[in-house]
């Protein structure tokens, strides 16, 4: 071998090397099945619980988050759920059940075998206020204390009027400074997050742990946001087809540990748009 291509060759079989590596190493993004938020299929279920549980887990997911009992007992719904192999994982109640009717709320979460228990609206506290932000943290930490001890995780959802600006962050900032991790944790709705101008990804950055739970959504390219907390359901579009960057959003995720995801979609067109969502998480790769 002539002795002044040995460089060159040995720079070319590294750098081929690096790339058969790189192809080697890489993997799905998002290698496990996603749950599902029971509102996704909120008329379905007010129709037809067993039906819409069977054409769910057709789908392939078991894992659940219930935010509404459909007018069945907590024992009802977890008995279908068991003849299905299916779990509640999470379970939404209303801020004033949480509130007012916490022990209650325990009792149906531990009926569903749920590990955590969710509220995502606080009625009649729009705009958010500083002086609304401190109050509701103080009561986030007798939820979450009072549920911590039934063996139980609070969790609060976002729902975009808490990002309005307060000093050089903003009031869900506050909420986070005021709760206490042992007592409060989060579920990020992305959409919610990416709605009223927050970065979900650099959020998960920021707070990690805290969030326990997520919603996977997108919005429709187009849509400015705002700090209502609403937006047309229509706007709900399926995941990779929005503004929301999700390969970003989900490798933030996973180095904050969240445990459970949920794909939430309200639009709709619902039949074409959760199976065009799960192939789209299926498509992903590092």
């Known amino acids: 071998m ?26 799905p993004l ?19 619980i067993p039906g819409t549980l069977d054409r769910i887990k057709a789908l392939g997911i078991t894992d659940l988050e219930f935010s509404n009992l459909f007018g069945r007992t907590a024992a009802e719904i977890r008995q279908l759920l068991d003849a299905r192999g299916m779990v509640c994982s999470s379970y939404g109640v209303s801020f004033d059940d949480a509130l007012n009717k916490t022990a209650e709320v325990a009792k149906d979460a531990a009926t569903l075998g749920a590990r955590f228990v969710r ?6 506290r729009q705009p958010f206020t500083l002086e609304l932000a401190d109050k509701t943290a103080a009561e986030f930490n007798r939820i979450g204390k009072q549920l911590g001890e039934q ?8 729902h975009g009027y808490e990002f309005a600006p307060h000093g050089a962050g903003t009031l869900f900032d506050v909420l986070m400074a005021e709760t206490n991790p042992q007592d409060v ?18 959020l998960l950055e920021k707070y990690g742990p805290r969030f326990k739970l997520m919603h996977l959504k997108d919005l429709r390219r187009g849509v400015i946001g705002d700090f209502s907390g609403k937006t047309a359901v229509e706007n709900d579009v399926a995941l990779g087809t929005g503004q929301l960057d999700l390969p970003a959003i989900l490798k933030a995720a996973k180095r904050a540990g969240v ?12 039949a074409t748009q959760v199976p065009q969502t799960m192939a789209y998480l299926k498509s992903l790769t590092n």
């Open 2 to 27: 002539n002795q002044k291509n040995r460089p060159i060759k040995s720079l070319i079989l590294i750098a081929a090397t690096l790339s058969l590596g790189s192809r080697v190493q890489a993997g």
């Open 30 to 48: 998002f290698p496990q099945v996603p749950g599902m938020v029971s509102y996704t299929y909120r008329e379905e279920f007010k129709r037809d």
């Open 119 to 124: 509220v995502a609206w606080l009625p009649n």
């Open 151 to 158: 063996g139980l995780t609070f969790c609060y959802h976002n």
């Open 185 to 202: 944790s989060f579920e990020l709705d992305i959409l919610w997050a990416q709605f009223p101008g927050a970065d979900p990804a650099q």
């Open 259 to 270: 445990q459970h995801y949920y794909i939430e979609d309200e639009s709709p067109n619902t």
